[in-house]
């Protein structure tokens, strides 16, 4: 079946540097979405990409969508201890409303 | 967000027991579904919903019913309670627009312990 794959699964960030975190599926997608859910609350919608080679920031996260629409990443600038939380890509599952999630990527920040 | 809740938030009960988590949404989106979150495997859809009476199963079904009478609820029953269910269960909710996988919204979760 679809298969989203999320790359690295834990990542421990100094305050300050940047980061980036990686995600890949088994299929070609017609979009990828990102959401993040702090510790001990639920998974937040953050932003959907549906473009080809599509990259849209939002403040110091930058989102690309790879040309090929099986890859997507998250570059996340000058980390804040605020970044904290697990990162999920998710794409459709095609045929339904249905998303194909990752695993997720935990980022934990070192002041 | 305020347009989906669930309760309880906490629940505590014994194997066997039957256990309803309930789930509400104010947005009258189409789609809702049920996920559940333990460590290690990420988020696990148990069912969704694609419309009123209409459900079907996701990848970790077994264990679990659901209903859906009205479009704005969705409760999920665990008939007989195992320790293996203990878990974080979500419940999501998304508009339907030809099937393209729209963002789902998300519950503030049930944390449910099973003794």
């Known amino acids: 079946g679809q298969q989203v794959m999320q790359i690295p699964q834990y990542q421990h960030v100094q305050e300050g540097e940047d980061f980036t975190t990686y995600c890949n599926s088994s299929?070609?997608?017609?979009?990828i979405q990102w959401y993040k859910q702090r510790p001990g609350g639920h998974p937040v919608f953050l932003i959907q990409?549906?473009?080809?080679?599509e990259v849209k920031k939002q403040k110091r996260l930058t989102f690309q969508f790879g040309e090929a629409k099986k890859n997507s990443s998250l570059h996340i600038t000058a980390t804040q201890t605020t970044d904290v939380g697990t990162y999920f890509c998710a794409g459709p599952i095609y045929g339904n409303n249905r998303l194909a999630f990752g695993k997720g990527n935990q980022v934990v920040v070192i002041p | 967000d305020a347009g989906i809740t669930q309760s309880p938030r906490y629940k505590i009960t014994e194997t066997g027991r039957q256990v309803t988590l309930m789930c509400h949404q104010t947005?009258?989106?189409?789609?809702m579904f049920w996920y559940r979150q333990d460590l290690g495997h990420g988020l696990r859809l148990i069912y969704y919903s694609a419309a009123a009476d209409i459900t079907d199963k996701g990848e970790v079904p077994d264990g679990y019913v659901v209903s859906r009478s009205k479009t704005e609820n969705f409760p999920l029953t665990l008939e007989s309670a195992t320790r293996s269910q203990t878990s974080v269960y979500f419940c999501?909710?998304?508009?339907?627009?030809?099937?393209?996988?729209?963002?789902?919204?998300f519950g503030d979760g049930t944390r449910l312990s099973i003794l």
């Open positions: 299929t070609t997608l017609s979009n």
């Open positions: 947005w009258s989106h189409s789609y």
């Open positions: 999501a909710s998304s508009e339907s627009q030809g099937g393209g996988g729209q963002p789902q919204h």
């Open positions: 990409l549906v473009k080809s080679g």
